[in-house]
């Protein structure tokens, strides 16, 4: 089993910038595809942005593209997620992920409890 804690939420001004944090704990390995999801009141989760283990590999959703930065640690046994520009229409609790079957599958098996993001205009 795989526990994920999610850090760095938080009240920022359109335009500011967030870092949040996801330390895997339990069972980990660096072997472990990770990726940040969100999800708005009212709204279907959805995808933001996914890290394959080695770090090489990193995908965006379109609408965080250029704004957004996933990065991990493998030393630290952290991945990051910068958030730079954002928007109001960010806001949404925002939940760690993994999986070990790659970053090419898709789903995930181990999720956090969320960290709230909120963007005022």
């Known amino acids: 089993q795989v526990q994920l804690v999610e850090s760095g939420g938080g009240l920022v001004q359109a335009g500011g910038s967030l870092r949040l944090s996801c330390a895997p704990s339990g069972r980990t390995s660096s072997s472990y595809a990770m990726a940040w999801f969100r999800q708005a009141p009212g709204k279907e989760r959805e995808f933001v942005a996914a890290?394959?283990?080695?770090?090489?590999?990193?995908y965006y959703a379109t609408s965080v593209k250029g704004r957004f930065t996933i990065s991990r640690d493998n030393a630290k046994n952290t991945v990051l997620l910068q958030m730079n520009s954002l928007k109001p229409e960010d806001t949404a609790a925002y939940y760690c992920?993994?999986?070990?079957?790659?970053?090419?599958?898709?789903?995930?098996?181990?999720w956090g409890q969320g960290t709230q993001v909120t963007v005022s205009s």
């Open positions: 890290i394959s283990w080695s770090g090489g590999y990193t």
């Open positions: 992920a993994a999986n070990s079957r790659g970053v090419g599958d898709g789903q995930y098996d181990y």
